[in-house]
């Protein structure tokens, strides 16, 4: 499920007014998503509903082992998204071990796929959308959406495909208005934001494969050209091309074909682990996103221990019988 919460540090930008909207807009806040979040609003909801009804200890005991259950088990998560950060080291796209890695770059749209924002009309490659009516506690949710497409995170050494999908995706841009008693809020991402991402990295080997193919090819298609051939790579500029020279151009021809591949979504992926270990997207710098989620790391912690608390005093009082 899906959270928000704004931050007073919440990054800024200038953006296009919404299409068909009237007010201004304002941009702030953060976007997570928090498998446990939506429950801490659900269990006080359960809990004062059923006692009102039923009248009996049981309601609260059981609210309270449900609210348990639920903040270790995000405690648990939001701690392993918390040692991810801090213990993979950075990488880089074109050095990255096969394997479990960290990549920092930009955002690239993956050939010509891209999101229009519903709110801020902008491209974007992933955005959260959301309605809400009324205003302070009667405000309630009317309409959402989640969108995300495939995209590039190009470092200086190359490009990497990543799906946010069904990553846990941290994004510090966030749009929002008011029409009257509708609120309507936007998160997204875009190209040329800076990207964090941590996951299972693979390079394809039937890609790889046809890179070896298609890099001679290129080097004929360049030898079509002699006189801009030996311009480029006769370095001492005495009209014969040396055997360095030569390796030179076969090197050039090879780096030439992997960018063009890369360029059309990479031999290089970045995707959900296997093992359940953490796949992160996020907007935010690698400092701020391990900070994130060890904010998030002490919330679950702090609901899980007054759950406890309140469960052994309330079972010490009431005596259910």
Not at 153 to 171: K, Q, W
Not at 250 to 262: G, Q
């Amino acid at each position: 499920m899906m959270s928000a919460s704004p931050t007073p540090d919440a990054r800024t930008r200038d953006d296009p007014a919404p299409a068909r909207a009237e007010g201004s807009v304002t941009q702030q806040g953060e976007f997570s998503r928090s498998s446990g979040s939506f429950l801490y609003f659900f269990v006080p909801g359960y809990a004062l509903i059923g006692w009102s009804i039923f009248r009996s200890p049981w309601v609260l005991i059981t609210a309270a082992a449900i609210a348990m259950a639920v903040a270790f088990y995000s405690w648990l998560q939001s701690f392993g998204l918390k040692r991810a950060v801090l213990d993979v080291p950075t990488s880089k796209v074109r050095s990255a071990a096969q394997g479990y890695v960290e990549l920092h770059g930009t955002i690239e749209p993956f050939g010509n796929r891209t999101l229009v924002g519903p709110l801020t009309q902008a491209p974007c490659v992933w955005y959260v959308y959301g309605v809400t009516e009324g205003r302070g506690k009667k405000e309630t949710n009317i309409d959402g959406k989640t969108e995300g497409v495939p995209f590039l995170l190009r470092d200086e050494t190359g490009t990497c495909l990543i799906d946010p999908g069904d990553a846990c995706v941290v994004c510090d841009l966030v749009a929002q208005r008011r029409s009257g008693s509708r609120g309507y809020v936007e998160w997204s991402i875009r190209p040329g934001d800076s990207v964090y991402a941590i996951g299972l990295f693979r390079s394809s080997s039937v890609e790889q494969q046809t890179v070896v193919e298609e890099a001679p090819a290129q080097l004929r298609a360049w030898l079509r050209d002699p006189k801009a051939f030996f311009a480029r790579f006769d370095t001492n500029r005495d009209g014969k091309m040396s055997r360095a020279e030569l390796d030179a151009a076969s090197e050039a021809a090879r780096l030439e074909t992997i960018e063009r591949y890369t360029a059309q979504g990479g031999s290089h992926r970045l995707a959900r682990p296997d093992d359940n270990r953490p796949y992160v997207v996020a907007t935010l710098p690698h400092d701020q996103v391990a900070g994130y989620f060890g904010g998030m790391n002490l919330i679950h912690l702090g609901v899980f221990l007054a759950s406890a608390v309140f469960l052994i005093v309330y079972w010490a009082w009431a005596k259910p019988g």
